[in-house]
């Protein structure tokens, strides 16, 4: 099954080589094409305003504006850099096992009538510009409370451009991880891997917050954290059974092992916390589902429904200990933790992927193995995914930042500014007038 | 005339108030506080991590009285905010030099 949604994805994607989109186009499929437009408002739906509340209530009353305000700037950004020159990065016709060529740049070539697959490509290029949206928007909770606003444009766009569109061609657009085999439904190297490496290099060099480590750090309102948290989940829907770009079997199958895995993140985060502390904290219930959520996503296309249940109790135990030793062990201010929770839930999910794929484990088997593969050689080709996507990212992220430093001089705001806090900073305004 | 600071926990403020009004205390002026004494502070959780948050809330009750109103309202208060738990809270008392009714002008006992 995921082998067949992948050929198909590299068959559109080297037919376009060949001859104009219009020319190849199948008869178009309503419920499909029904399905994805649904999915991609699910999508935009997880961005504003899920992670933004999210987020926005797990910083200081100070800045609550200015993360609402990071997460919007991103989805205006990228959905203008999606039609100017990334939807032909990621997902153009070329030759190249590297990108995507420009030939599709201002969407050229696309017009009402154009096919992808059964589904118009308007709604395809729509959907796909979704993902784009929320991977820079994940980062925004490593440099939360003290980057200044014009570097962290600067960076999510060159981010954008010369990170994720990139990877999306390597894994979706027809590039080498794809072809090689990689297993990456919906994104644990192409938004999870990259967003979370993207986020620890960033935290690493624009160092922690003043007031690390201290109590006066704590989220100001998480109220608005659990709001966001939930809306996440449902949109996750559309992110991951959206990704069979198709209304069938293969997105209710992701659905539903999203759901299970999600529910299995959250009850275990709790658990641990109330083993260790003696109560189960609100946010470790909702960190757990997300981290169950992050998880599933490269696997939800190829895991069954125990299969389920096992990435999500790996992606709470995991990221849970990742998010205490990151932050009490190695004093790294990941702020929100985008890394120990969607980097480490990504990897954690794409190697898992390559096991649980396979229909010889009893009842917790999955769709089974492509043909050709052993679970070794799939195993092999998870990590070479995981690998070359966290390195590429974290090398770009490195420069892209000592760049931009540059160009604002320097990433951060003052120790006073810091003080007052971002909103007032950045913004001149604030979240709350109280 | 005295002024009366008594710093309690928050949720003893209404039986407080009820307890001056029963002896003749007719104003008291209540702000929400935070502040540590022997209670220290608590822990708070975020994601796998303890925090100790060192002030804790408390509320902080000033009576402007006469000085025969001192003893009665100062028992009334131990009797009403008192748990017998640490954190119950502290009583100040310090000389209050005037008092003035901006409506009237009334001044001293009169304007209590």
Excluded at chain 2, 21 to 31: A, I, P, Q
Aim: aromatic share 10%.
């Amino acid at each position: 099954m995921i082998r067949e949604l992948f050929n198909s994805k590299l068959i559109v994607s080297l037919a376009l080589l060949v001859v104009p989109s219009i020319s190849l186009a199948q008869d178009l499929n309503g419920a499909n094409t029904g399905w994805i437009l649904t999915s991609t408002a699910l999508v935009l739906f997880m961005t504003l305003p899920g992670l933004s509340l999210f987020y926005g209530g797990l910083v200081r009353t100070k800045n609550v504006l200015s993360v609402l305000m990071q997460c919007f700037a991103i989805a205006v950004s990228i959905s203008i850099l999606w039609l100017v020159v990334g939807y032909s990065i990621a997902f153009g016709p070329s030759d190249s096992a590297y990108w995507g060529g420009l030939s599709r740049m201002f969407f050229s070539g696309i017009d009402i009538n154009s096919m992808s697959g059964d589904i118009p490509e308007t709604v395809f290029a729509a959907f796909q510009m979704t993902f784009a949206i929320i991977t820079p928007a994940l980062i925004v909770g490593a440099f939360v409370e003290r980057i200044k606003f014009s570097s962290m444009l600067i960076f999510s766009i060159l981010w954008t451009l010369l990170v994720y569109f990139p990877v999306a061609n390597w894994v979706w657009g027809g590039g080498w991880l794809g072809s090689m085999g990689l297993i990456d439904f919906a994104g644990g190297t192409v938004v999870h891997v990259t967003a979370g490496v993207g986020a620890l290099v960033t935290a690493l060099v624009i160092g922690q917050r003043k007031e690390f480590g201290q109590s006066s750090t704590l989220p100001h309102n998480l109220t608005m954290s659990f709001t966001g948290a939930a809306m996440l989940w449902v949109g996750w829907f559309g992110f991951n059974a959206g990704s069979a770009l198709a209304a069938d079997g293969a997105a209710g199958m992701a659905l539903f092992v999203t759901h299970i895995s999600a529910a299995t993140g959250a009850l275990t985060w709790m658990v641990i916390e109330w083993i260790k502390f003696g109560k189960p904290s609100g946010l470790g219930a909702i960190t757990g589902m997300v981290a169950g959520l992050a998880t599933i996503t490269p696997a939800s296309g190829s895991v069954g429904p125990a299969g389920g249940l096992l990435v999500g109790l790996a992606g709470g135990v995991v990221c849970y200990y990742a998010t205490t030793y990151l932050k009490q062990n190695l004093k790294i201010d990941d702020s929100l933790d985008v890394f120990p929770v969607h980097g480490v839930g990504g990897i954690v999910g794409t190697f898992l992927a390559g096991i649980l794929v396979s229909n010889n484990l009893g009842v917790f088997s999955g769709n089974g193995l492509a043909e050709g593969m052993t679970m070794g050689s799939q195993v092999g080709v998870q990590v070479t995914g995981i690998l070359a996507t966290g390195i590429y990212t974290a090398i770009v992220t490195f420069i892209l930042l000592k760049i931009v430093a540059a160009l604002t001089s320097g990433i951060r705001i003052t120790d006073e500014q810091e003080q007052v806090g971002c909103d007032i900073t950045d913004h001149d305004e604030k979240g709350y007038s109280m | 005339m005295k002024l009366i600071t008594a710093i309690i926990k928050p949720f003893k403020a209404d039986e407080v108030r009820e307890a001056l009004s029963d002896v003749g205390v007719s104003g008291v002026t209540l702000s929400e506080v935070k502040g540590f004494g022997r209670q220290k502070g608590h822990t708070e959780l975020y994601r796998g991590a303890e925090y100790v948050i060192d002030f804790l809330p408390k509320s902080k009750m000033e009576i402007a009285v006469s000085d025969d109103m001192v003893d009665q309202a100062i028992e009334a208060i131990c009797k009403a905010a008192g748990t017998g738990q640490i954190g119950d809270g502290k009583i100040f008392v310090t000389n209050l030099e005037q008092t003035l009714r901006i409506r009237t002008g009334e001044t001293g006992d009169d304007a209590l």
